[in-house]
């Protein structure tokens, strides 16, 4: 038999430094934020709602996150594409649900394989995407 | 172990009477509502459909309802926001369906605390979310 | 053209009394209880949860009062039917969900005509049951 | 106007508690697990997956927590009565979904005041239940 592919994976150690880098920047930002992160298999990894995060967010947070890692790409680059006229015009009405503006983001190693996605909600979506990104650097560094 | 945070919520002598309040508007208006309350868990804490009202309009005023304690802030300020080309474009898809048109509106107590929010269908969005300020107006009375 | 034909249905103050009739019952039994009450049509027409009532009867609350409607008759009859062997076994998979234990009860005229249900939720189902039974009583006093 | 009731919630610090009281305990019993903790409201506050843990767990150790805290008990005691021929048969299709066998359980403080419940799956149900258990002693110690 053929050897199987294999490919890489976020373990807990980089899931919990991942979060806690997110949330050390959504601190700095003084922005309450939902944070979610999916494994390189698109299902949740890990999960946080700062004290005050808005409640609907954690759906979205989760969402992004998912999104980011569905298509490989940054979620608002999605968003550019989905609106009235666009290419992907309602792709969100794919996958229970998909949410397209900024704030989810892929996670890569240095060598650009994708291991994953951080989903951030509770600002204006500068802030969310600023955030995931600060997450998201953890594996860069 | 440190203290837990607390926070306030709508009881059920709240709860009937930002119900009443928001009827009578509604009569005064002469329309037809269909009238939700979430409590700040924002679950469902009171209904009622009066007659005649638009059968439809049942899950707008519990979605919009929500959607306003989700984000404490009215639906209508989501709205601004989500539509072609704004920043939560297609927002809407998250959380089992958002409503974010006039008509839902955060409960706030006069220090400012949601304590959960009032949403309101059945007429034209204006009249819909004069009857939820209305509702809200209570307990600032 | 031929006369169409009429039906009764609750309306604002039956409904009102309904939910008065059970939720002073409920008070009695000493249970914070969950109270739907669904119009002729089956859709929601009044809805309240008393301080303190489970969060998950909110939905089981309302479950109970559009099965009764469905079928027009107490949720219980149901459950008899719908266990292993039984002839409706696993109805509860149809119509996004049914309730098919005691706490559900058809709103009926003195003539028998089905005008909507009570489902309460909250307690052991022999109080739900005698609480919703209280409300649909106040059509027949 | 009346004063509203209050209540407590778990913070972020009380969050990050359990779910590390209750991680130590998966890894002492070699269990690799699922572990969900939501706030009073009945929303997600915390989640991880550890390395190796179910797939299919992630939404299961969600579902026990909402469960439990959507009753106020652990969810074991749900299913205990939801057996074919009990008071509360085919309750699990309520709620968008409950999980009623073992490994949910309400957080309290040591007043008894429900304040969130956790979720654990990944093992036989015993484990999960002991490691919810043990996530739920860090709010009592």
Redesign the interface.
């Known amino acids: 038999m053929a050897e199987l592919k294999t490919h890489k994976d976020i ?2 150690e980089a ?1 919990r430094h991942i979060l806690r880098t997110a949330s050390t920047k959504a601190r700095e930002l003084e922005a309450k934020m939902n944070i979610a992160v999916v ?1 390189a ?1 698109g ?9 005050g995060a ?7 947070s989760i ?1 992004k996150a998912r999104t980011a890692r569905y298509f490989n790409m940054p979620t608002g680059e999605i ?1 550019n594409v ?3 006229g666009g290419s992907l015009y309602q792709i ?2 794919s996958n229970d ?6 704030g989810g983001v892929p996670l890569k190693t240095k060598d650009g394989e994708v291991v994953g996605a951080i989903g951030v909600s509770g600002d ?2 500068e802030k969310d995407h600023e955030v995931a990104s600060a997450g998201a650097q953890y594996l860069l560094d």
Do not use: C, N, Y
């Open positions: 373990d807990d899931a494994g298999d299902h949740l990894k890990a999960f946080f709602r700062m004290d808005w409640m609907g967010s954690i759906d979205i969402k968003g989905s609106q009235p969100e009405h649900g998909l949410i397209t503006f900024p204006v979506v």
